[in-house]
């Protein structure tokens, strides 16, 4: 359905008669707004995308304003979705004009990413402006927002934009941050090129930009030589491509195992093959190879369940909403080096290295609400996460076991107004790798369904402008 919408889209925007769709009268229109409202009222999120989708139909700028503030305000991937596909595939002169002003002009960046995402579904060239418009934005999260829309879109309109992106950031703190190397990323992408410099982009780009077409087919080759940039911290070979970093480290039982190496490979003598030694000495080195200007917090967690008559469950006492504790049970599941990010310097190091040489494995797997911990730290803008296992995961009001496919949703509604990039690594050694026990009644180990390990991470780093490493 999507495919066929931009194929309507860029057939009108290419031959530039778009003819206004027949509108709404005010009364229909106020109508399904009141019901939208309603229902978002209840908590009725299926309704509230039905409705969106029903007043999408109005093809206008009061249409597209009042969705996208509706959509917004409901914490729901599908509302936000339904929301996004909606914009998209409005068609009439007035809407497509009214998005680009409303990307530009809206007070609230949550709107803004909004219609980034809109824009970047849409295939013509006057809904292109809208990301440029949106590469020039004050807010980080919609500037990364942009910058994921110019990519996917290849959007030749947005190079000026992204290569201003590139010097304005070129010659400050965050000359090796996350926003730079993704601009680049996507220069690359759209040109075919790699440059470190605004100046070479430039030079690259004027002669050329009037004629220019992005390249088919799959991912835009890198240049030999082209970048001169310095060289980046790596973890488990994968470089960290961000000077504002959350590490996110599963310390679960299982990770006391120790992996046979891949067929073919020798082990240096000494070389330990646990899981958990190998974590730690990949840690000590990343954290000696940050510069100076990176700013980082570190994470360890691992989890508590409990077998019961009923299955296995939570401590008793454990609140149904809102934060989980750091401790239940008794049991310290989620550790910080930090409260907060600090700066990477010889002190903070140091202390970060002893912080992670004393680090035990022990407990079950709370990925999900590791990451929503790590969603919490001001600052940062990717979270490297590595796990060994399946998440352990349980919804609080019942105990049911949370799927893969649900933390990914709920991931995926956490970043929506975030933007974090996430990189996953994992000891993947069979589809049934879960997370460790803790020992006694303690319950791990258990799936939480919709896969192996490697997808689920795969799956996660993708939907979150990130990737995934296997550690071999």
Same mark, same amino acid.
């Given at each position: 359905?999507?495919?066929?919408?931009?194929?309507?889209?860029?057939?009108?925007?290419?031959?530039?008669?778009?003819?206004?769709?027949?509108?709404?009268?005010?009364?229909?229109?106020?109508?399904?707004?009141?019901?939208?409202?309603?229902?978002?009222?209840?908590?009725?999120?299926?309704?509230?995308?039905?409705?969106?989708?029903?007043?999408?139909?109005?093809?206008?700028?009061?249409?597209?304003?009042?969705?996208?503030?509706?959509?917004?305000?409901? !914490?729901?991937?599908?509302?936000?979705?339904?929301?996004?596909?909606?914009?998209?595939?409005?068609?009439?002169?007035?809407?497509?004009?009214?998005?680009?002003?409303?990307?530009?002009?809206?007070?609230? =960046?949550?709107?803004?990413?909004?219609?980034?995402?809109?824009?970047?579904?849409?295939?013509?060239?006057?809904? *292109?402006? /809208?990301?440029? *418009?949106? $590469?020039?934005?004050?807010?980080?999260?919609? $500037?990364?927002?942009?910058?994921?829309?110019?990519? #996917?879109? #290849?959007?030749?309109?947005?190079?000026?934009?992204?290569?201003?992106?590139?010097?304005?950031?070129?010659?400050?703190?965050?000359?090796?941050?996350?926003?730079?190397?993704?601009?680049?990323?996507?220069?690359?992408?759209?040109?075919?090129?790699?440059?470190?410099?605004?100046?070479?982009?430039?030079?690259?780009?004027?002669?050329?930009?009037?004629?220019?077409? !992005?390249?088919?087919?799959?991912?835009?080759?890198?240049?030999?030589?082209?970048?001169?940039?310095?060289?980046?911290?790596?973890?488990?070979?994968?470089?960290?491509?961000?000077?504002?970093?959350?590490?996110?480290?599963?310390?679960?039982?299982?990770?006391?195992?120790?992996?046979?190496?891949?067929?073919?490979?020798?082990?240096?003598?000494?070389?330990?093959?646990?899981?958990?030694?190998?974590?730690?000495?990949?840690?000590?080195?990343?954290?000696? *190879?940050?510069?100076?200007?990176?700013?980082?917090?570190?994470?360890?967690?691992?989890?508590?369940?409990?077998?019961?008559?009923?299955?296995?469950?939570?401590?008793?006492?454990?609140?149904?909403?809102?934060?989980?504790?750091?401790?239940?049970?008794?049991?310290?599941?989620?550790?910080?080096?930090? =409260?907060?990010?600090?700066?990477?310097?010889?002190?903070?190091?140091?202390?970060?290295?002893?912080?992670?040489?004393?680090?035990?494995?022990?407990?079950?797997?709370?990925?999900?609400?590791?990451? #929503?911990?790590?969603?919490?730290?001001?600052?940062?803008?990717?979270?490297?996460?590595?796990?060994?296992?399946?998440?352990?995961?349980?919804?609080?009001?019942?105990?049911?076991?949370?799927?893969?496919?649900?933390?990914?949703?709920?991931?995926?509604?956490?970043?929506?107004?975030?933007?974090?990039?996430?990189?996953?690594?994992?000891?993947?050694?069979?589809?049934?790798?879960?997370?460790?026990?803790?020992?006694?009644?303690?319950?791990?180990?258990?799936?939480?369904?919709?896969? /192996?390990? /490697?997808?689920?991470?795969?799956?996660?780093?993708?939907?979150?402008?990130?990737?995934?490493?296997?550690?071999?």
């Amino acid at each position: 359905m999507r495919n066929a919408t931009h194929s309507l889209v860029l057939l009108a925007c290419l031959a530039g008669l778009v003819q206004a769709a027949p509108t709404m009268s005010n009364k229909d229109f106020n109508d399904l707004k009141k019901e939208a409202q309603k229902a978002a009222a209840r908590g009725a999120n299926s309704e509230v995308a039905s409705r969106l989708r029903e007043l999408a139909r109005d093809d206008s700028d009061r249409a597209i304003a009042f969705i996208s503030d509706l959509a917004v305000r409901i !914490p729901d991937m599908a509302v936000y979705e339904a929301a996004r596909d909606a914009i998209a595939g409005m068609e009439t002169p007035e809407a497509v004009d009214a998005l680009v002003d409303k990307v530009g002009k809206d007070r609230n =960046p949550m709107v803004r990413i909004l219609l980034v995402d809109a824009i970047a579904e849409r295939t013509c060239d006057r809904s *292109a402006a /809208g990301i440029a *418009a949106a $590469l020039g934005d004050r807010t980080e999260e919609v $500037l990364r927002a942009a910058i994921g829309a110019a990519k #996917k879109r #290849k959007a030749i309109q947005a190079v000026d934009a992204l290569i201003d992106l590139v010097a304005k950031h070129e010659s400050g703190r965050d000359a090796e941050g996350l926003l730079i190397n993704s601009a680049r990323e996507a220069l690359t992408h759209i040109t075919g090129e790699a440059f470190a410099k605004a100046a070479d982009w430039r030079n690259f780009w004027e002669p050329r930009k009037a004629s220019f077409r !992005p390249r088919t087919g799959g991912e835009a080759p890198r240049v030999a030589g082209g970048t001169g940039e310095r060289a980046r911290p790596r973890f488990f070979g994968s470089e960290i491509r961000s000077n504002r970093i959350a590490f996110v480290i599963d310390v679960s039982g299982s990770m006391e195992a120790a992996d046979p190496p891949p067929r073919g490979v020798e082990v240096a003598p000494g070389e330990s093959r646990v899981r958990m030694e190998r974590a730690k000495q990949q840690l000590l080195a990343v954290i000696e *190879a940050l510069p100076d200007d990176c700013r980082f917090a570190m994470l360890a967690y691992s989890g508590i369940l409990y077998q019961s008559g009923a299955g296995v469950v939570l401590p008793q006492g454990t609140p149904t909403d809102g934060p989980l504790p750091w401790t239940l049970g008794g049991f310290e599941w989620l550790k910080a080096f930090k =409260p907060r990010i600090v700066q990477a310097n010889s002190r903070t190091k140091a202390e970060a290295k002893e912080w992670v040489s004393n680090l035990k494995a022990n407990g079950s797997t709370f990925t999900f609400n590791a990451l #929503k911990a790590a969603f919490e730290i001001e600052g940062i803008d990717t979270i490297v996460l590595l796990s060994d296992g399946m998440p352990t995961e349980v919804h609080r009001s019942n105990n049911a076991s949370m799927s893969t496919d649900e933390i990914l949703k709920e991931v995926q509604a956490l970043n929506r107004f975030r933007r974090l990039r996430i990189d996953t690594f994992g000891f993947e050694m069979g589809d049934d790798v879960g997370g460790g026990g803790g020992g006694g009644s303690r319950a791990g180990g258990r799936r939480a369904g919709g896969g /192996g390990l /490697g997808k689920f991470m795969l799956d996660l780093a993708a939907q979150n402008g990130g990737t995934y490493t296997q550690i071999q």
